[in-house]
Every structure is written in structure tokens, then in C-alpha cells.
């Protein structure tokens, strides 16, 4: 949260926008997850990509589990830099019009400026949604793993 916050001040890096940097955190946090469950259950807790089915279509789900399992990082990187990353472009594209507009009327300049005020203050929203699906995602995955359930 603080760094997509730190993102929206003035002359701010959005380094939640930069893939490779929340794909790493990402990455250690699901790495750091499945070693928890691995360390509490050993063994046993690969059977969580072993679902209940007749035997021959075992061959076929079990990839697709471990896929499924394997594709947890991607989501998490992918889902937060791309809606940050909207956000941001949404401000350049905005901020550019109003660059624009400077030489024109003055209504189209207060028009501009108070769409990206409204769109600031979505940004701020969308700051604090981001960092809070973020967290419950992590939370859940992290459950998933302690709590080991059948499927």
C-alpha cells in the first residue's frame, strides 16, 4: 500500500507498475507459502494437487492442479501492475489534454483539471483496493497452505 500510495505524489515512481519487480515479491511470497506447507506436512502436502476422480482422469488433473497452483504468482504480479499501470497511463493521457488545452479556452483547462482531480481520487481508491486484494489473496493462499483440506 505504501508503495502504490507513493506512486501518486507528485514527480513519484510507481514501482508497483514495473512487472518484474512485483513478479519477484510475488514469486518469494508463493515460494515462502508452499515451503510453510511443506515444512508442516511434508510429503502428504503434494496431495493437494491430487484431486478426488476415477484414476484415468488423474493423468489429465493433476497437471492441470499444478498449473493452476503454478499460475498463483503470475495472477498476483499481473492483476496489480496492470491496474496501476491503467491508472497511471489514465493520468498521463489526461495530464497531456490539459497540456493541450493550456493554449485554449479556459473552461476546457477547468474541465481537465477537475477530471483528473476525480481521477486522482479513484487512483487513492484504487491504491488502497490493490494492496487490500493483494493481502486477502496472500491470506488465503497462505491458509490454503497451513490448513491443508481435501478437495
Known amino acids: ?30 515460494g515462502g507459502i508452499f515451503f510453510i506447507g511443506l515444512i508442516n506436512y511434508n510429503i502428504s502436502f503434494l496431495r493437494i494437487f491430487i484431486p478426488n476422480c476415477p484414476f484415468i482422469l488423474l493423468i489429465l488433473l493433476i497437471p492441470i492442479e499444478i498449473f493452476s497452483y503454478l499460475i498463483r ?47 486522482l481520487i479513484l487512483e487513492f481508491g484504487v491504491a488502497f483496493l490493490q494492496a487490500y486484494i493483494f493481502t486477502i489473496l496472500i491470506c488465503i493462499y497462505l491458509n490454503d497452505s497451513i490448513n491443508l483440506s481435501e478437495h
Open 73 to 119: 504468482m503470475f495472477s498476483l504480479a499481473i492483476r496489480l501492475v496492470a491496474n496501476i499501470l491503467a491508472g497511471h497511463t489514465l493520468v498521463y493521457i489526461i495530464t497531456n489534454f490539459l497540456i493541450i488545452c493550456l493554449n485554449m479556452r479556459f473552461w476546457f483547462y477547468f474541465i481537465g483539471v477537475i477530471l483528473l482531480f476525480l481521477i
Open 1 to 30: 500500500m505504501c508503495l502504490n500510495l507513493l506512486s501518486l505524489l507528485p514527480f513519484g515512481i510507481a514501482i508497483t507498475s514495473h512487472i518484474i519487480i512485483i513478479l519477484y515479491l510475488s514469486i518469494t511470497l508463493w
